[in-house]
């Protein structure tokens, strides 16, 4: 079974710019979850998607944004990008993500922004 | 609110070496806890869970019990090997709360031949 995919895997932009960041979860998980990571705040919960609809969502400013197809592919959006926003980006999808929440992550999206 | 507190790191052992990276969490309701562990270049896998107190999760040689009366989560391998270098990530999730993981700062170990 093939596990979660991201594209793309390295990205860079500059600052004011916007990018959208894909991930494919696995086959038949409904749940995806994006996560930020960076040396200084490790890993921050962005958001939840689940059949189409934000479930959850992080302490992140409204520039953040996702959205999950009804193949339950999910997309983020980052728009005016800053300095600070460059960071590994991950993608974890699961079943339900509710019970137990056994989460499976992808390699991450490296976002650089000069 | 729901926190996780991770063993500074980095670590560094010799192979064959006894390992414990420390973790204690803080929950509002019940969590299920989780290692992670992240190499070079890649994200997260599972390493092990637990979902109830006095739970053992084992997987690879590591292993780790949740001990409610102390709120703890340590991780141990009893004889690490170079292959184990990387980043482990201890992480708690609350069904009765928000619907996501909460994760440690993490613990870079390596492991010298």
């Known amino acids: 079974k093939a596990g979660v995919t991201q594209t793309p895997r390295y990205l860079i932009k500059t600052r004011g710019q916007q990018v959208t960041l894909s991930c494919s979860p696995i086959s038949g998980h409904r749940s995806v979850s994006w996560y930020q990571q960076t040396p200084g705040q490790g890993l921050q919960f962005l958001f939840e998607y689940f059949s189409e609809t934000q479930r959850n969502k992080g302490n992140f400013p409204g520039r953040f944004s996702g959205r999950q197809f009804s193949n339950s592919r999910s997309e983020m959006n980052v728009s005016t990008l800053e300095l600070g926003d460059s960071a590994l980006y991950l993608c974890?999808?699961?079943?339900?993500?509710?019970?137990?929440?056994?989460?499976?992550f992808g390699p991450g999206t490296r976002l650089t922004v000069t | 609110g729901n926190s996780v507190t991770q063993m500074e790191g980095p670590v560094t052992l010799s192979e064959e070496a006894f390992l414990t990276i420390n973790c204690t969490y803080t929950a509002t309701g019940y969590p299920s806890l989780f290692w992670y562990v992240q190499y070079p270049g890649e994200g997260l896998q599972l390493l092990l869970k637990a979902t109830k107190a006095d739970d053992k999760g084992s997987n690879k040689g590591f292993e780790a019990t949740y001990r409610k009366e102390t709120t703890s989560f340590h991780l141990e391998k009893g004889s690490v090997q170079v292959s184990d270098s990387a980043v482990y990530f201890c992480a708690l999730f609350d069904q009765t709360g928000a619907n996501n993981l909460f994760f440690g700062t993490g613990t870079r170990l390596t492991v010298i031949p």
């Open positions: 974890a999808s699961s079943w339900t993500g509710t019970e137990n929440y056994e989460q499976y």
